[in-house]
Nanobody, 124 residues
Framework: QVQLVDSGGGLVQAGDSLRLSCAAS????????MAWFRQAPGKEREFVAR????????LCVDSVKGRFTISRDNAKNMVYLQMNSLKPEDTAVYYC?????????????????WGQGTQVTVSS
């Protein structure tokens, strides 16, 4: 089992920045690729970004490229999502997730463990 606790969300204005954190415990953190997903009201869950087990490979959705950065600290069992130039359309509950699968990297069904979510609200 891997336990994930998300934090760092809040209410900000368009153009502001936020840094989300996800603390992992349980099994060896570095055995898992990590990702962030988000779900806006009335919408399906959406992949945001993913980082490989060692942190050397990242992937993100086009809508956040150049604004969001995913990173991890395996010594601290932490994964982060730095969000800059936030837009109202970034408003959602953000979830971190963990997987050992190498395929279907943007599919939430491939992830075995999830955080409880943290709310990000961006006002215009």
């Amino acid at each position: 089992q891997v336990q994930l606790v998300d934090s760092g969300g809040g209410l900000v204005q368009a153009g502001d920045s936020l840094r989300l954190s996800c603390a992992a415990s349980g099994r060896t953190f570095s055995d898992y690729a990590m990702a962030w997903f988000r779900q806006a009201p009335g919408k399906e869950r959406e992949f945001v970004a993913r980082i490989s087990k060692g942190g050397g490979v990242t992937l993100c959705v086009d809508s956040v490229k150049g604004r969001f950065t995913i990173s991890r600290d395996n010594a601290k069992n932490m994964v982060y999502l730095q969000m800059n130039s936030l837009k109202p359309e970034d408003t959602a509950v953000y979830y971190c997730a963990a997987t050992q699968q190498l395929e279907n990297r943007t599919n939430g069904a491939s992830y075995d463990y999830w955080g409880q979510g943290t709310q990000v609200t961006v006002s215009s």
